[in-house]
């Protein structure tokens, strides 16, 4: 028997939260999920289902109301208003109608997430934080970060192949280091049930400003099976061409962490499901990505081979030729086995193994007798199990405790280039000619374990609490002249929650978090002898935090809103030579995150979030604003759309807004404005959209560029070469079919 599940209108820019409801399943609908990966969701892929999502009207809203379930809560299925906390879903529908104007993932979450920063447009996420402090990011529960932050945890899946997202904004004690910020677990489609189904998308995205300002979008599923097997195979592919600026200037590429400029993608996903017996299920996933670089253009620096060589006057050339170029490649399988009545329990198992090469662009360093080119690839392996049981404690309270382990290892090279080479062609041309250690390599075994409780005091009240103890052993080998060695740490995350439904519609909770993140190892050691690995081990830093939240919906409003303080007693700095340092200041972040939508009659809806966010550090004593270079910037959104649900149009209009940021330092990052607009029809071969991002050809330097010249300008070159532009006006016509 297949769940009853309808949701209340789903259009809150890009999020899903519902009222308090009963929600109506087959007793075994909880037996389909395993621990931190996959959710039980109340948005069905069953095509009658969908109908009903989207032909949710305010006059109808308040019937169809069911509550959506999701993990990122509790890691195992609670409904989202037995969550004390924020908590967004963005569904398939959300994530297509950003899709529709162009946006990659990163830039999609910035728009719909209201405690996520907006995107910084190029490869990297760096900076994009939640809350003013970092996110972890997991896919169907393992976990993108990694020790050493490369900041590329969307560059992992194409969206073809996401079935939601749950976001769970605050620091968070349940998955571990990184989520001091917030949490993302994105969701992958899987198949469903025996019937077969094709899916197919097909797009292409230009600015007009050039042969070569075009990106193409094909990708194609199948999935199907038996009531007892099934499963989806699907191939995602992406070709983008260059990128062009507000005033139809090429865009310079992001030499520092590289951006998606001639970038081919390919996401290759599979997954099947097996129904092992009544009370037990198992789901085996793998995906193969990669992303990487395949033009010929890029800068060109006319004083290499000068009398007294210098970086400036660069400009864009074809002829561009290195032995190793800008890429991502991932490999990643993810076993999950769910056992219903283990012991009278609910058993949840899940092992994975996550391998990665990042590589970079070439970088040009200072060097007697002009400029070396260097490129970096970092490896990192990643392998792990996780544990839980649920257990019911009679009607009221409810008991999660586990064991998680894992092994990271992780290996960095730095490839030297020509330099006569690179010299003669304006460094267009980079000759490998060595291969050395770039950072110190190390490993990282981690041992964890949990109890979480929930406490239904009465129908009205519940309160959750629960303890993580971490332990994690390092051990850094040899890095140059400077000798390795091992140390261990300790960490202990509690937190605790009260809710209260007020029976009308209202929520109210209050909340106290802990989460913590780590330097990263491979900056922090190997820099210098007297950085001793065994006598300074990596004290986790710990964020605290404390959240006063409210949601309402019925059948004319959806909202939530949450004001949250977060600080920590350390923090994470980078020096010039961008190694990072631990610095004994306090920091702390404060805020107020909110969405809301207002549906009216005849399918208009409008709405917006709003992420208000100071970031402070505290410097000798006294509360200053901090390095524009780490906080984070306010933002907004607004939104008006219409659904003609008995003709299959829809059309919506978006606004996107940072705002301006300034430290103390007079350091200042530059807000900007940009509209985007969305169209679609559906006919009986699929449905087709026209997207128009930056609808009004705005100017503007995007929030990373603006923090890249500040770290690397001048230190390593002029301002201009890392000041990473916007991308002008563009048209997306999209092409979309399932069958």
């Given at each position: 028997?297949?769940?009853?599940?309808?949701?209340?209108?789903?259009?809150?820019?890009?999020?899903?939260?519902?009222?308090?409801?009963?929600?109506?399943?087959?007793?075994?609908?909880?037996?389909?999920?395993?621990?931190?990966?996959?959710?039980?969701?109340?948005?069905?892929?069953?095509?009658?289902?969908?109908?009903?999502?989207?032909?949710?009207?305010?006059?109808?809203?308040?019937?169809?109301?069911?509550?959506?379930?999701?993990?990122?809560?509790?890691?195992?299925?609670?409904?989202?208003?037995?969550?004390?906390?924020?908590?967004?879903?963005?569904?398939?529908?959300?994530?297509?109608?950003?899709?529709?104007?162009?946006?990659?993932?990163?830039?999609?979450?910035?728009?719909?997430?209201?405690?996520?920063?907006?995107?910084?447009?190029?490869?990297?996420?760096?900076?994009?934080?939640?809350?003013?402090?970092?996110?972890?990011?997991?896919?169907?529960?393992?976990?993108?970060?990694?020790?050493?932050?490369?900041?590329?945890?969307?560059?992992?899946?194409?969206?073809?192949?996401?079935?939601?997202?749950?976001?769970?904004?605050?620091?968070?004690?349940?998955?571990?280091?990184?989520?001091?910020?917030?949490?993302?677990?994105?969701?992958?489609?899987?198949?469903?049930?025996?019937?077969?189904?094709?899916?197919?998308?097909?797009?292409?995205?230009?600015?007009?400003?050039?042969?070569?300002?075009?990106?193409?979008?094909?990708?194609?599923?199948?999935?199907?099976?038996?009531?007892?097997?099934?499963?989806?195979?699907?191939?995602?592919?992406?070709?983008?061409?260059?990128?062009?600026?507000?005033?139809?200037?090429?865009?310079?590429?992001?030499?520092?962490?590289?951006?998606?400029?001639?970038?081919?993608?390919?996401?290759?996903?599979?997954?099947?499901?097996?129904?092992?017996?009544?009370?037990?299920?198992?789901?085996?996933?793998?995906?193969?990505y990669r992303s990487g670089f395949e033009g010929e253009r890029d800068v060109y620096f006319p004083n290499l081979d000068a009398t007294v060589p210098d970086l400036n006057d660069a400009e864009i050339r074809d002829?561009?030729?290195?032995?190793?170029?800008?890429?991502?490649?991932?490999?990643?399988?993810?076993?999950?086995?769910?056992?219903?009545?283990?012991?009278?329990?609910?058993?949840?198992?899940?092992?994975?193994?996550?391998?990665?090469?990042?590589?970079?662009?070439?970088?040009?360093?200072?060097?007697?007798?002009?400029?070396?080119?260097?490129?970096?690839?970092?490896?990192?392996?990643?392998?792990?199990?996780?544990?839980?049981?649920?257990?019911?404690?009679?009607?009221s309270v409810t008991l999660n405790y586990g064991l998680d382990m894992d092994r990271e290892s992780f290996d960095a090279d730095q490839t030297g280039f020509d330099m006569a080479a690179s010299n003669s062609s304006g460094g267009l041309v980079q000759e490998k000619t060595s291969v050395d250690p770039r950072y110190p390599s190390y490993q990282v075994d981690t041992y964890a374990a949990f109890v979480q409780s929930e406490w239904n005091v009465t129908n009205a009240l519940t309160l959750t609490g629960g303890v993580r103890q971490q332990h994690t052993d390092v051990e850094v080998e040899d890095f140059k002249t400077v000798p390795g060695g091992e140390n261990d740490y300790n960490a202990t995350l509690l937190n605790a929650g009260a809710l209260y439904d007020w029976g009308n519609g209202n929520q109210n909770w209050l909340q106290f978090s802990q989460g913590f993140e780590l330097p990263d190892p491979a900056k922090y050691y190997g820099k210098s002898p007297d950085v001793s690995v065994d006598e300074n081990p990596l004290d986790a830093i710990k964020t605290n935090q404390v959240e006063l939240g409210w949601r309402f919906n019925n059948a004319d409003w959806m909202t939530q809103a949450a004001l949250y303080y977060a600080w920590s007693d350390k923090v994470i700095e980078n020096a010039e030579d961008l190694s990072v340092s631990l610095v004994d200041e306090k920091t702390r972040d404060y805020g107020l995150e909110a969405a809301v939508t207002r549906y009216f009659d005849h399918g208009i809806e409008v709405g917006g979030t709003l992420n208000l966010v100071r970031s402070e550090q505290e410097i000798d004593g006294d509360w200053e604003k901090r390095d524009a270079r780490y906080a984070s910037l306010s933002s907004a959104t607004a939104f008006v759309g219409w659904k003609d649900f008995e003709n299959g149009r829809n059309a919506r209009l978006q606004l996107n807004h940072a705002h301006n940021l300034e430290d103390d330092e007079q350091h200042q990052i530059d807000g900007y404005t940009t509209f985007d607009m969305a169209v679609s029809q559906d006919f009986e071969i699929g449905t087709l959209s026209l997207g128009i991002a930056n609808l009004l050809d705005e100017e503007y330097s995007t929030v990373w560029g603006q923090r890249a010249a500040m770290f690397y300008a001048p230190y390593y070159g002029p301002e201009y070469l890392y000041d990473f532009q916007g991308r002008g006006r563009t048209y997306t016509l999209t092409w979309a079919m399932d069958f």
């Open positions: 028997m297949t769940p009853l599940v309808l949701v209340a209108a789903t259009t809150v820019p890009g999020l899903a939260f519902a009222q308090s409801s009963t929600v109506v399943s087959s007793p075994d609908a909880a037996s389909s999920q395993a621990v931190g990966a996959e959710a039980v969701s109340s948005q069905a892929t069953s095509s009658s289902n969908t109908t009903a999502v989207g032909a949710t009207s305010a006059a109808a809203s308040e019937t169809l109301t069911q509550d959506t379930m999701v993990v990122v809560g509790s890691r195992t299925p609670r409904a989202i208003s037995e969550i004390p906390g924020a908590v967004w879903v963005i569904d398939r529908e959300q994530l297509d109608t950003q899709m529709q104007t162009g946006a990659d993932l990163k830039t999609a979450l910035g728009r719909l997430v209201p405690s996520l920063d907006l995107a910084p447009e190029g490869r990297t996420n760096y900076g994009q934080n939640m809350r003013g402090r970092t996110a972890q990011v997991l896919i169907d529960g393992v976990s993108m970060n990694s020790s050493r932050g490369l900041s590329r945890q969307f560059d992992s899946i194409d969206p073809f192949n996401i079935e939601r997202i749950e976001v769970l904004s605050g620091a968070t004690s349940l998955y571990g280091g990184g989520a001091t910020g917030g949490l993302i677990n994105i969701i992958t489609r899987k198949g469903d049930g025996a019937e077969r189904h094709f899916s197919t998308e097909a797009g292409v995205t230009t600015g007009f400003n050039n042969s070569n300002d075009a990106q193409y979008r094909l990708a194609q599923s199948v999935s199907g099976g038996s009531e007892q097997v099934n499963g989806r195979l699907a191939v995602a592919y992406q070709d983008n061409g260059r990128f062009y600026d507000g005033q139809g200037e090429e865009i310079f590429p992001d030499i520092s962490q590289t951006d998606l400029q001639d970038n081919r993608t390919i996401d290759i996903m599979g997954s099947l499901n097996v129904q092992l017996a009544e009370d037990q299920t198992l789901t085996l996933g793998a995906q193969l002829g561009y030729r290195s032995d190793q170029v800008p890429e991502t490649n991932r490999r990643m399988v993810n076993l999950q086995y769910h056992h219903a009545d283990l012991l009278g329990q609910n058993f949840y198992l899940q092992a994975y193994y996550r391998q990665e090469e990042a590589s970079f662009h070439s970088f040009p360093y200072a060097a007697a007798g002009g400029y070396q080119f260097f490129a970096s690839k970092q490896d990192t392996n990643l392998g792990g199990l996780k544990t839980l049981f649920e257990a019911e404690l009679g009607d």
